[in-house]
């Protein structure tokens, strides 16, 4: 249940805050008062999207703020729990729409996308747009409303899964084609790629293995000299710096037994010997491995030009050829066995064309049972509402494909076209009279008779669901009297199932109310504003004597409102 809504700085709205009751609320007013900008309100609340342009002058930002009361909603904690909002009994949601053009939602105090909104105010509101009953009047409306009747969420999402993979697919066997004749003039190319790669088949990092390999066997010479020279001179000499420093030692240790002080220095010559020992020998080991092999280096030479060669044509590094040699590789197979790839692909199609069309069929019957409901149920509720002698009826049928289209479902076989919906086109026909045959809806219905139909619709969906919240702007439109007064009845009636909130120029109607609101136009401080207050049980009279004689209220008019809420004098 809403239980209040604050509009601030919104078009001619300064500042209204109501609060809402259980039942059937209604909200009465002169034309331009600003009625329907107080629905425009709670649309922009549910998620509908806004324009700084209803950012009342003067000011920065509009702010439109909604409290419900979701103690026992199981859906809305459900959805709040998944997108990690804390769960509380009265849910608050904000919109703020500033100058600016920055657009921020929350939802209990939490930051939250206008997507996210809109999901939530699905599970909320369903709100009845002053012109919506129009919709109507377009047939390919009419399969969400037999779906939104009876057709389990299941089936549907059972069927759009399946639905999208076969879309995907035929997008990717059609992608597949056109690459392959494009790939199919590069074959050549890419054999000769894949053919100059291989040869040398680099692998990742031998670059500079090679490298450093190379620059020893080029300096091997040099090398050989070298650890020779170092070898004689620490060890193979006879006055090597390790003998000198034998020498060294062995006065040191004479000293060290006339002296003790010289035992560390004593130690630390003996340090020194093994280090000259160790460089000694790792410099004689090094030498005797220094190979003087011109073959080898001349080999080693060959293989890095020719992977420098590799890095000039196919990218700077091994690992950047390797990638190139890979996507090459994927592109030639592609080329040599496109007709077996897109033949594996185009069995898979038939196969999810058969899967979807049996889904599809389980859609078509399940809308063929609602249909025979929805057809009686429209048609007492018809009777209801003034027109006794309605025949309503829903037509489903499908359509075949030719034998050249290859977008289709398969049904039992037959080559069936398809939507996302389905194989089913739906349409509403209806007679309004006794002894006519049915007729579109779009094309014999009056203004007055698709309100009604509307509103049958909208009363035998909402037995069915479960969306607390009914909003409906002027779902009266083109009906008056005696008729008038049978909607509002229905309305009252669909009050019992749910909190209705209804915006009404009839006082049949408004004579029904639970909760009465007025919207008043007023000159403030050189400003036209729009304000809303709920009347007490004496404006509630006056009010609806009001919208039965104008703005002069007389006593016949006072009568007359007293019968129509119900009030005995």
């Not at 993979?165 to 190319?189: G, H, P």
């Not at 050249?404 to 076209?417: A, M, Y």
């Not at 439109?477 to 909607?487: D, L, N, P, R, Y």
């Not at 404006?539 to 119900?566: P, Q």
């Amino acid at each position: 249940m809403l239980k209040s809504l604050q509009v601030k700085d919104y078009a001619l709205i300064e500042n209204i805050n109501l609060y809402f009751g259980s039942g059937l609320n209604i909200i009465t007013g002169e034309t331009g008062a600003g009625k329907s900008i107080l629905v425009d309100s709670m649309s922009l609340l549910l998620g509908e999207r806004a324009s700084n342009d209803v950012v009342r002058k003067g000011t920065q930002k509009s702010i439109i703020e909604g409290i419900f009361d979701v103690e026992n909603n199981k859906k809305v904690k459900s959805f709040l729990t998944e997108n990690e909002i804390e769960f509380q009994s009265e849910l608050i949601i904000r919109r703020e729409i500033s100058l600016k053009g920055t657009n921020r939602c929350f939802i209990n105090d939490t930051p939250a996308t206008l997507n996210l909104v809109k999901e939530l105010g699905n599970l909320l509101v369903d709100l009845h747009g002053q012109h919506e009953h129009q919709s109507l009047l377009r047939t390919e409306t009419h399969i969400d409303f037999l779906d939104e009747f009876g057709t389990p969420d299941e089936l549907l999402r059972n069927y759009k899964w399946l639905y999208n993979s076969l879309n995907k697919l035929r997008q990717e066997i059609d992608e597949l084609k056109t690459k392959a004749n494009s790939l199919k003039e590069k074959k050549q190319l890419y054999e000769f790629q894949i053919k100059e790669i291989d040869a040398v088949s680099p692998e990742a990092g031998e670059d500079e293995k090679l490298t450093e390999e190379l620059n020893i066997l080029e300096n091997s010479e040099k090398l050989l000299g070298m650890t020779s020279g170092v070898y004689r001179g620490l060890y193979d000499s006879e006055d090597s710096i390790y003998d000198s420093l034998v020498k060294v030692h062995s006065e040191l240790t004479k000293l060290a037994e006339i002296d003790n002080s010289f035992n560390e220095i004593k130690n630390e010559c003996d340090s020194a010997l093994t280090i000259l020992k160790d460089i000694s020998d790792f410099t004689r080991s090094y030498n005797s491995k220094i190979e003087m092999d011109t073959e080898k280096l001349e080999a080693i030479r060959q293989r890095v030009n020719a992977i420098n060669l590799l890095k000039k044509k196919y990218g700077g590094s091994i690992e950047i050829i390797l990638s190139f040699r890979n996507e090459v590789g994927v592109d030639y197979d592609l080329a040599e066995n496109y007709a077996a790839s897109i033949s594996s692909l185009e069995n898979r199609l038939n196969l999810v064309r058969e899967n979807c069309g049996n889904e599809a069929l389980k859609l078509s019957k399940k809308r063929n049972e609602t249909a025979k409901t929805i057809q009686k149920e429209v048609k007492k509720v018809l009777a209801d509402l003034g027109i006794p002698n309605a025949v309503f009826e829903v037509k489903i049928i499908q359509k075949s494909a030719s034998e050249n289209e290859d977008n289709f479902i398969l049904v039992n076989k037959k080559k069936l076209k398809f939507n996302s919906q389905g194989i089913d086109n739906v349409e509403f026909f209806i007679a309004t009279n006794v002894g006519e045959d049915v007729k579109p809806l779009a094309k014999v219905a009056s203004g007055g008779e698709i309100s009604r139909i509307m509103l049958g619709l909208k009363t035998i969906l909402a037995k069915n669901d479960k969306l607390p919240i009914l909003i409906f702007d002027e779902i009266d439109t083109g009906i008056s009297g005696q008729i008038a007064q049978k909607v509002g009845f229905a309305l009252k009636s669909l009050a019992n199932f749910h909190q209705i909130i209804s915006i009404t120029h009839l006082p049949q109607i408004a004579g029904l109310a639970d909760h009465h609101y007025a919207v008043e136009k007023k000159t403030m401080d050189g400003r036209v504003v729009s304000t809303a207050k709920v009347l007490s049980f004496e404006e509630r009279i006056k009010e609806v004597a009001k919208l039965m004689s104008g703005e002069k209220i007389t006593d016949a008019s006072l009568k007359g409102a007293k019968e129509l809420m119900g009030i005995k004098n």
